[in-house]
């Protein structure tokens, strides 16, 4: 039987002001990510639900304002606190507080995930010659490298924060320490990414509860993140457990889920057009086939994907065999 996942079970609305957002930075402060004056409306969506390899997404961001932007426009805010801005004139005057996050927020998570994800594709190929740029052992300790990062348009360069200490201490617990193969940094990593997903959950946490779930009438776990940031490391978090899997889309090339044993690794919306382009060209596939031409003269002549033209020929082999 399907045993749900907490995830299944896990709450957020996302919020996108209709009018979008746009960068500004008030006198004297940091740069924000504040909501276009004049929305009315905002268009709710459940990234959960809707988008689960939205993490995978943030941290291919490029680290530009127009790169953030965009996101914001489709996902909206990390956080969405809020700025206080001053509106009217000097002498008739009120405050009022737009919803937006610092720059600099933006910039520091994608450069988390963005190596997380790196060291994580990386521990899950074994590739110890790569995770090697960022761990090694010195005097029976684990160093963990950090990152330093200057950002475009901002002196301040960001350093991770050093979970050397955190990662020597799990790791001296004696069930563990036992454990330990002499100069292997596998493990290391392991707790690595252990510690630093732990510590993005205790800054953007998801409440926990429970929930009955309706399929079998069982009380079973759920988590309501407090914000976007919240839902983006409670994916990752689920990613790495192993709960959550991804893989780029064979269709669009962005991230999407997939369950194991699911034949078509794609979004809905691109499986329905890939199938579409399938059976218009089809036919012609097959007369080009028929006539002699090669996958690559076919894919060439109908300006199509080589993997639909593959995809058309195996089933109409099978058939025609
Ligand atoms: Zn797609």
Redesign the pocket.
């Known amino acids: 039987m399907h045993e749900p996942k907490p995830i299944e079970h896990s709450i957020f609305m996302g919020q996108v002001a209709d009018n979008g957002y746009q960068i500004q930075t008030p006198a004297g402060t940091t740069s924000y990510l504040l909501e276009k004056p004049g929305s009315t409306k905002y268009k709710t969506y459940e990234p959960l639900v809707e988008n689960p390899a939205l993490f995978a997404e943030f941290a291919e961001l490029e680290p530009t304002k127009e790169a953030i932007t965009d996101f914001a426009n489709k996902y909206g805010l990390l956080i969405g606190k809020g700025y206080p801005v001053v509106k009217g004139s000097k002498s008739n005057f009120s405050t009022a507080v737009t919803p937006g996050d610092p720059v600099l927020i933006w910039f520091n998570e994608i450069a988390h995930m963005k190596a997380l994800m790196t060291i994580w594709r990386h521990y899950l190929e074994q590739n110890k010659e790569a995770l090697a740029q960022w761990f090694y052992w010195e005097n029976g300790q684990i160093k963990c490298v950090p990152l330093t990062k200057t950002y475009p348009g901002d002196n301040s360069p960001y350093a991770w924060h050093d979970f050397s200490q955190s990662v020597n201490n799990l790791l001296a617990i004696p069930k563990v320490a036992a454990q330990i193969i002499p100069g292997d940094i596998l493990l290391p990593v392991k707790i690595f990414v252990m510690t630093v997903v732990n510590d993005k959950l205790v800054q953007y946490p998801a409440l926990a509860q429970i929930t009955i779930n309706v399929n079998g009438l069982i009380l079973a776990p759920k988590f309501q993140p407090k914000n976007l940031l919240s839902v983006l490391w409670f994916q990752f978090s689920r990613y790495v457990i192993g709960e959550l899997k991804v893989t780029p ?6 991230w ?1 889920e997939f369950t194991d044993g699911k034949k078509m690794k ?2 809905p ?3 329905n057009r890939w199938r579409v382009k399938k059976s218009r060209i089809r036919p012609d596939v097959l007369r080009l086939h028929a006539e002699g031409k090669t996958v690559s003269e076919i894919t060439l002549a109908l300006n199509a994907d080589r993997r639909m033209v593959l995809q058309i020929l195996e089933v109409a082999n099978g058939r025609f065999n």
């Open positions: 889309c064979i269709v669009c090339g962005g999407v794609a979004h919306a691109c499986s």
